[in-house]
């Protein structure tokens, strides 16, 4: 039989919970209506009873009984009222706060600590969200892909890639990022800015914030004087109006008029682009599309094909569209294409860098949380009298549990607040810190990831340093402690054993990361005194371009820079002046692609490949590059008639190892009548070898270098102009701007700077990491060492009575002193020896971060556990002074 | 906010609750407490508290709501009335309540 009771349905509860919730918000002014309903009720009931006779008195008593417990129908009407879990935890939260603004020492020590932890974690999570987790600015990025072989496609590829490939939905191609002078608005600048196949913008899916995109008929040329300006270069120039469309612009002296505006944030190809111009094909001309090699590819993948799959098919059309060049192809050319997401291809080889940091910087918040679970303990013990009487009251285990969590929650979301604060403002310091070609700079940003994850972080850090003190407290064993009148579980009966493995730990973390930072340092070091192979002192360069177009009119463009030189020299202060076509460690190289005599090559093979510089005969002299065999460039070399070129020893030694290569020819394949014939008439010939250098980085290998006169056919607009001077890059600057235009008024002057400042810039990424990590392995150390002296002044202090005691049998004071010094020592023993294991093992995850030492280094590995110990010595130094300082008498009567 | 085995009582007093707001119209806790005390003859002497609870329950459920308003003794006092669902409850309410007293009477009523 089933008896149904009045009960409540599913609305019932419903609205019975929403009214228990909406009560939380009003239970002061709901108590206070409460009570004057109780009041009103005795108040009715006293009056019926004084009309039925009864005296004042009796009446109100009469009613007041007939009422029952007031208190008590309070109590039940105020549970029934509100959320009882929910007051708990409020009772909790005020009792904690209580807590710790009691102790404020130990407050600000473990909110500081925690937030120090988390701000770091939350300031290397703000870079990865930023640089690797955020979408880019187009719709559906994630079908965007590039495609790419180690060099650039001409045009013509790029089209037959379109005609053949289905992989994709659009398909295009977009060429260099490299700077052009750029006149028509106000005076001539140097800008950035990059050719794209006129489809590149449905490829990408945006839309322009202002005009118009290329149509189809850009691609053809003649149609194609028209230009796309990125949003922040529209802004700047033309301060955002919408005049601009229709404007003429001269780009390397060709005019063109300016369509449509990029929409904001859209950084394409690269974040300084600030133009970009349609890539046009030369109408009915078979020869022209297969020409310039400048492009690379960048498709939008059809919904269901995956990057892996476009990439088979790219290889497969490899060998059937090679045939539609009108030259024969080395087979090697382009034979491996890689189709990479577009995400992944703009953040490249940052992502292993923020990975390892982030890994340093989560270390250094566990070493945090070690720090605060241990202060946590300390505390702990000095309330285990406090915990013993509430469990021997009859508080449940799990009360006292959540009520530690609680307070644990409590720091984690102080710290987790004040850690953000503290990413918030180190973040400008951190965006400095990165090398200037990280990937994405400009949109490091604190989004609403970063909040989550600091949230996520600080109440995961809280339960983990909460737990091991909360469950500790709440074990049985505590009700030995009342038995047991002062004597302590934590203090004595375990020994500290928990907080000392937890000290332990901290300090082997401390050595994970401080000697990752130390290997990272020694690389680092090590790189500073790598000699580039070339002298860097009182070295200024400038960067001289003349309009693109300028060239056209043979031999003006080698003038013009001859006749820069004489003029510079002469100039007050500088001594001396030559010209190159690329300078050495800046990622801009000329790629030299010949054929050597002796080296016979089948047309479908490649040709051989060194890095080609176009200088005036005195760079050698300049850049201190000695001679080792025949003799080196002279000016009469700049006729052309001579054919002499000079190569680095490397070069030769690879070629002609055991003949002399003075003499040898050379060809370059542009030379060539066809693939792989070599005409030694037409060919260069070597006149000398010179010392080698690190042109590309400070940490690559010496690579095949060929010097070449500055020729009327091998002539550019753009050369780097190279200044002895005692004056430094900020004063010469001045004399550049007025000298260059002197010669030729079109001609622009940028990227003034020391060699030095170059050569040092190619290590930045390697100089970044390694502040950042002796940063955090700093950080490790100094909560480390907190942690070390919190744990040994919490020991000497929980011994004084035994320290007294030794004293009083005849213990001399340097006795105690180096008693405690050694348990320090022994700690810090024990955890590096321990950090040191995990070390070994991690190191060589860093390989590829290290340059030329071994990833387990002596000399680190040496020197970590000695800092280690020194550190150790020096927290528990004033613990160790106080303990020896013991007065017997005193410590024996305390207590 | 479980059931307990109370709930068979409870829901007795919430039934004369609603009854009597249904029959009396709004009236204030005293009120309902009286006239409860009265309609039992005295019988049932409940403390006058217990009211209170069952009053916030139903109130939170949105069977009645209240009012601070003036007795005829012209004293402040909140009045409950009852609502809209509470006056469609009170008819389930009842035919529960005839089900299980009619199920008790069966067991009370000697067999013949």
Known sequence: ???????????????????????????RKLDADLEEELRSHIDLATEENLNRGLSPSEARTAALRRFGGVTQIQETYR?????????????????????????????????????????????????????????????????LVTVTTGGFFPKGWIRALQQNSTSFTSLSGYGRNTESNVTGTNSA???????VTTNTFDTLGIHPALGSFFTSDNAIQGEDNVVVL??????????????????????????????GVMPPGVQFPDADTRFVIPVAFKGGDPIDPWFNFDLEGIGRLKDGVSPASAQAEQRRL??????????????????????????????????????????????????????????MLAKAASREREMAIRSALGAARKRIVSQLLIESLLIGALAGITGLGVAYASLRGLTLILPSDTPRLGDIGLHWHVFLFAGIASVLTSILFGLVPALKMSSPDLQNTLRSGSLSVIGKGAKFRVSMALVIGQIALSVVVITTAGLLLRSLYGLSHVNPGFTTARVVTAEVALDASACQQHGHCQAFFQQLVRQLRGDAGIEDAAVVSTLPMTGNNFNYIYDAEGYPRDPIQGAKLATGRNISANYFSFMGLRLLQGRLLT?????GTSRAVVISQHMAQSLWPNHNPIGKHILSVGD??????????KASIIVGVVSNTHHDALQSTFGDEVYLPVLQKTETSVMNILIRSELPASQLTPILRNTVPSVDPSALVTHVRSLDQIVASSVSSTRALTVLLLGFGALALGVGVIGVYSLIAYIVNWRTREIGIRLALGASRWEILTHILKQSMALSIM???????VAMAAARLLKSFLFEINPIDPLTFCAVPILMLLLAIIAAWIPARRAASVDPMNALRAD | MGETKSDVLQGTLDLMVLKTLESMGPLHGYGIARRIEQVSDNALSLNQGTIYPALLRLEQRGWIKSEWGLSDTNRRAKFYSLSRIGRRQIEMETENWERVAATMARFLTPSQ
């Open chain 1, 189 to 195: 600048e140097r800008v950035f800015g990059s050719s």
């Open chain 1, 230 to 259: 990125s949003y922040g270069y529209w802004r700047d120039r033309f301060a955002g109006s919408s005049d601009a469309i229709g404007r003429i612009i001269r780009i390397d002296g060709v005019s063109r008029r300016i369509l």
């Open chain 1, 79 to 143: 549970k029934q009222r509100g959320l009882p879990a929910f007051e708990v935890v409020n009772r909790d939260l005020r009792f904690g706060l209580r807590q710790l603004y009691k102790s404020p020492g130990f407050a600000i020590t473990a909110v500081l600590t925690l937030a120090l932890g988390v701000g770091a974690n939350t300031a290397i999570f703000t870079l990865i969200d930023s640089i690797v987790l955020r979408p880019l600015p187009f719709p559906h990025q994630d079908r």
């Open chain 1, 635 to 639: 000016d009469s070399d700049e006729t």
């Open chain 1, 672 to 681: 060539e009548t066809g693939p792989g014939i070599f005409n030694p008439e």
């Open chain 1, 318 to 375: 490899h060998n059937q569209l090679l045939p539609l060049f009108p030259w024969r192809m080395p087979d090697i050319w382009d034979s491996n294409p890689s189709v990479t997401s577009l995400l992944d291809a703009v953040v490249g080889d940052t992502r292993p860098k923020l990975v390892l940091l982030f890994a340093a910087v989560s270390l250094v918040l566990l070493i945090a949380c070690a720090n605060v679970a241990n202060l």
């Open chain 1, 831 to 837: 955890g590096s020896f321990a950090g040191l294991v």
């Open chain 1, 1 to 27: 039989m089933h008896i149904q009771l009045p009960s409540q349905n599913t609305m019932d509860r419903f609205r019975t919970l929403r009214n228990r919730i909406a009560s939380l918000f009003s239970a």
